[in-house]
């Protein structure tokens, strides 16, 4: 529907509700011609020590001290109690009895004095903070029964406590007249209630059916209203709580003061401006409305200061002026849910500042100033129930468009898909083929490479083989050479030994890519280990110091014994060939505490310079200090990849000057399954 339409709804909807409204006020001006008004008949007494008695305020002294009131009672709030006087004369023709009513539920106690014939005084109580029994009528607010002789002036005295304001219309009727009048207040009244019990119940269904907080938050605001509406009338204690006056005094300081904060949190929702990320006005718009409210709710509740409550209304007047300005701005800007709000706030504001100046006593109390505000509030939760059952049809409109959105996405992406998967399969058959091409030349070069590995293991067996034998007949003839000549032969014999094993080991598949095939862990004799690693370093360099230093080394360790040799030769190698003679070479050997076992490889060589140290496991990498030292720069990498193959670790220390260190850690482990 255009905006334009949605506007003439809404003022033709306003206007019905003026029409009602106009209706029942023609209704309760015909009967004001059949009652008593007391507006500029009556006088007041302030007591603040609430300690004067009907026989103090009739004495001659004390009299003088009452003040004419030129209008209704709008004495605002009070300390202590007030004093009411007020004289009456029924015509003879008049009907009786005459019933004298304040209009307001908020009254904590009155009590009535009317003289008797013999000269005292019959007291009558009412209130909400008093019981109903021993009330001349139950009637939500207080009603006396005036049984007066005709023709003759009567002086009546009320007494009034109340924390609330003592500002209300004071009335005398006929009986025909209270019924009537109290028969279009109840018809109101339900009228009131029932539309915000529908609208608590409708909000509480569309919450059900969309989980959509807004309509949570809005029939909370209703209820909190209605029951504020409730309390202040009456209704509640007369219809609920007669036996509990103080229940229902809590609930009406409860509802009055949580109606702002609760109603901001609509709002903010209702605008949209819950979502985050949250501006920190709007933060501080949540937060310190909540602060006020519990905070004079929990004074009213214990102490009770009769300042708390006209500030508390000068605050909800302070806030909501704020509030129109956000919806002004909001509205300027496009916002089309602040826009309908605008159409009842300044309604809502208006007859909050009545309510203020009668509370406080600067405004004349009226039937129409006292009801305003439930006329008001009532047509404006009317609107906000309008914007918000929109809301739920927009969802609806927007679910559709969605809807088809993703229809039509769906489509497209349908039609993509299918041009993509015929793209994804020629590329796919492309890769096939170049996979294939590559697996088949990868093979080859496999097989090429286990052919060269096989050729040349046998071509260095049989030279050797031939070294070996030479070694062992020289070694067996030379029984009877001097020492010198025979520890050559012994130490060509070792270095047979060692190529032999190392062409066994490296020369093997499986061996040579040890990383990729994985640790084979076995139990191992570590002493044996190091003992080797010693007799390797000796075999390279009899001018350098080598010791082992390994006392608590376990017979059998479960690791990779061919992986943790070469990376302990290797090491050991580095030590020799990078130290100058006469350097000390230590190995090793002990049970870390953490578990395990600790190797290490220590020199007290020259160390490695501070620039190269964080290159040491780069592969190809030669520090300074290498070179006119033959190499390749793969001798670190290898011994750690052989030892974190395993799950351990491989660290240096070092020093320029100071040694070089490598240390191994082996985890405990369990032996490899066959």
Not at 496 to 509: G, S, W
Not at 608 to 628: I, M, Q, W
């Amino acid at each position: 529907m255009p905006a334009h339409g949605q506007v003439w709804r809404m003022l033709r909807g306003t206007l019905l509700l003026l029409l009602i409204s106009l209706s029942l006020t023609t209704q309760a001006k015909l009967l004001l011609s059949s009652q008593v008004s007391l507006s500029g008949n009556m006088d007041a007494l302030l007591d603040p020590s609430a300690k004067l008695r009907i026989e103090d305020v009739t004495r001659q002294e004390i009299a003088q001290r009452f003040e004419h009131l030129p209008g209704q009672l709008t004495l605002g709030y009070v300390t202590g109690a007030a004093w009411l006087r007020l004289t009456l004369t029924r015509p003879a023709d008049a009907a009786t009895p005459w019933w004298l009513e304040l209009n307001s539920g908020l009254i904590d106690e009155v009590e009535l004095y009317q003289p008797g014939a013999n000269g005292s005084w019959s007291r009558h109580v009412s209130g909400d903070m008093q019981p109903w029994r021993g009330r001349d009528l139950a009637y939500p607010t207080p009603v006396f029964r005036l049984d007066l002789p005709p023709d003759q002036p009567v002086t009546l005295y009320l007494r009034l406590r109340s924390m609330a304001t003592l500002s209300t219309n004071l009335q005398v009727r006929t009986t025909e007249n209270f019924l009537s009048s109290s028969n279009i207040q109840m018809l109101v009244f339900g009228m009131v209630i029932g539309v915000h019990l529908v609208l608590i119940l409708s909000n509480l269904w569309f919450f059900q059916a969309t989980r959509d907080n807004i309509y949570l938050l809005f029939s909370l605001y209703t209820l909190i209203n209605g029951l504020n509406g409730l309390t202040a009338d009456g209704l509640l204690h007369q219809y609920a709580l007669q036996d509990w006056p103080r229940v229902n005094d809590k609930i009406q300081i409860l509802s009055f003061f949580l109606a702002l904060p609760t109603g901001i949190m609509f709002f903010l929702q209702y605008l949209e401006r819950l979502k985050p990320p949250r501006p920190r006005w709007v933060r501080l718009l949540i937060i310190l409305p909540w602060a006020v409210a519990l905070g004079a709710s929990a004074l009213l509740w214990g102490t009770e200061p009769r300042w708390l409550r006209p500030a508390y209304l000068l605050w909800m007047s302070g806030v909501s002026t704020f509030m129109c300005m956000v919806l002004l701005g909001l509205a300027w800007h496009g916002n089309r849910a602040a826009r309908l709000v605008l159409w009842t706030a300044p309604i809502a504001l208006t007859s909050l500042l009545i309510r203020l100046g009668n509370n406080s006593g600067i405004l004349q109390s009226t039937p129409f100033s006292d009801h305003l505000i439930y006329a008001s509030s009532t047509m404006y939760m009317l609107t906000l129930n309008y914007g918000v059952s929109r809301r739920y049809k927009e969802m609806q409109q927007a679910k559709e468009e969605a809807k088809n959105r993703v229809l039509q996405i769906t489509q497209e992406s349908e039609h993509r898909l299918e041009e993509l998967v015929t793209v994804r399969t020629h590329a796919l058959h492309q890769a096939l083929k170049l996979l294939e091409s590559s697996l088949s030349a990868e093979r080859q070069t496999h097989e090429e490479q286990r052919r060269f590995f096989s050729t040349v293991s046998h071509e260095l067996r049989t030279p050797l083989a031939v070294i070996d034998a030479t070694a062992k007949n020289l070694e067996l003839d030379g029984q009877d050479f001097d020492t010198a000549t025979r520890r050559r032969y012994a130490k060509l014999q070792r270095a047979t030994d060692q190529l032999a094993m190392l062409i066994k080991n490296c020369f093997q598949e499986d061996r040579f890519e040890p990383l990729k095939h994985g640790p084979k862990r076995q139990a191992t004799d570590l002493n044996e280990l190091l003992f080797d690693t010693y007799e390797s370093a000796v075999l390279q360099s009899q001018q350098h110091y080598v010791r082992i230093e390994a006392d608590d080394l376990p017979e059998a360790f479960v690791c990779d014994p061919e992986g943790t040799r070469l990376a302990l030769r290797t090491l050991v190698g580095n030590a020799i060939k990078y130290t100058p003679p006469g350097t000390q070479v230590v190995l090793r050997g002990e049970l870390n505490p953490t578990g395990g076992v600790t190797l290490e490889v220590a020199d007290n060589g020259p160390g490695v310079c501070t620039e190269d140290f964080p290159h040491l496991f780069e592969r190809y990498y030669r520090g300074k200090n290498a070179a006119s030292v033959p190499g390749s720069g793969l001798g670190l990498p290898l011994a750690r990849g052989l030892i974190e193959m395993q799950g351990g670790s491989l660290t240096i220390h070092s020093t320029t000057s100071q040694g070089f260190r490598v240390t191994l850690w082996l985890p405990s482990t369990k032996p490899s399954s066959a």
